[in-house]
């Protein structure tokens, strides 16, 4: 067993705001301080699939250019390498050159992506978690 235990928690887009979410959330945080004793409520956690891995396997995917941007993965979805992340629109160019497709470097989960649609060269679009561990 690892003595000190850390992990990052992810709260969502800035943008929107879902209550089911936040419950969700808050529920899943409280069953951590239950199980670890910090609160002396039992809890359990929500059955959902679950994921780790090492802070070296995520990745950060920018955009190659300026535009505006659709995001095609929701947060927390899993996606495999090549698949669809983001369609990139650059309407200063000719019709047939203004759609451009970026897909997924490596398979993983999308852990969040930019609040804005606008974005500019060199903008972190997404981050990754790569070679995930399943935890029970």
Same mark, same amino acid.
């Given at each position: $067993? =690892? /003595?000190?235990?850390?992990?990052?928690?992810?709260?969502?887009?800035? $943008?929107? =705001? #879902?209550? %089911?979410? %936040?419950?969700?959330? %808050?529920?899943? =945080?409280?069953?951590?301080?239950?199980? &670890?004793?910090?609160?002396a409520e039992p809890m359990l956690p929500l059955e959902m699939p679950r994921y780790g891995t090492h802070l070296k396997n995520y990745r950060k995917f920018h955009a /190659?250019?300026? *535009?505006?941007?659709?995001?095609?993965? +929701?947060?927390?979805?899993?996606?495999?390498?090549?698949? /669809?992340?983001? &369609?990139?629109? &650059?309407? #200063?160019? /000719?019709?047939?050159?203004? $759609?451009?497709?970026?897909?997924?470097? $490596?398979? *993983?989960?999308?852990?969040?992506?930019? %609040?804005? +649609? +606008?974005?500019?060269?060199?903008?972190?679009?997404?981050? =990754?978690?790569?070679?995930?561990?399943?935890?029970?």
């Open positions: $067993e =690892i /003595p000190v235990v850390a992990f990052t928690l992810e709260l969502g887009e800035q $943008e929107l =705001i #879902d209550m %089911a979410q %936040a419950q969700q959330d %808050a529920q899943g =945080i409280l069953a951590f301080l239950s199980v &670890r004793g910090v609160i /190659p250019q300026a *535009g505006l941007v659709q995001y095609l993965v +929701a947060p927390g979805s899993l996606v495999k390498q090549g698949d /669809p992340l983001v &369609r990139l629109l &650059r309407l #200063d160019l /000719p019709e047939s050159e203004q $759609e451009q497709l970026l897909t997924a470097p $490596e398979a *993983g989960a999308a852990i969040l992506h930019f %609040a804005s +649609a +606008a974005v500019q060269q060199g903008t972190e679009l997404y981050k =990754i978690m790569t070679q995930l561990t399943e935890i029970s």
